[in-house]
């Protein structure tokens, strides 16, 4: 059936990918801002050691809250934050996380995932059935049912 498109419960997901040094986290807090306004209804998963709590003064884009992720990557412990973020009473508007290439590449992440499995013995395809099904389930999917009406994603390029 062809009927005329409708807006739903479609929300933005944005995708700032650069290399490091090049304003992802800034550009992400303008975007959040320009969208939500309110800054405290912002939240950032925050996984660059603090780095990305620089801006939280300042007078154009601070005021926003920060979930930060140290030690453990994994899949888990992103949708565990975005579950985290989805309940939390304030109602956030917008979610930045920065940066999502650490669920990806850094301690605990898909990479290191394969690379136990591989270690382990696992050859071929099964060196990634269980990291890659982690991702699509633990964060892909956290990602793309949250609530949150905005969601920006950082992400590292090298």
Known sequence: MIRPASRSEVK???GLYSESGNGKTYGALLLAKGYVGDMSKVLMI?????????????EDVGGYQVSPIRDDFSPEAYGAAILEANKDPRGFKALIIDSASHEWEAAGGVLSLAAENEAAGKKGMLVWQGPK??????????????TIPLVILCMRAK
């Open 46 to 58: 925050e996984t660059e050691s603090g780095r990305g709590e620089v801006f939280a003064e300042d």
């Open 12 to 14: 933005p997901l944005i």
């Open 133 to 146: 099904m982690r991702h699509l389930r633990e964060f892909m999917l956290r990602v793309l049912g949250t």
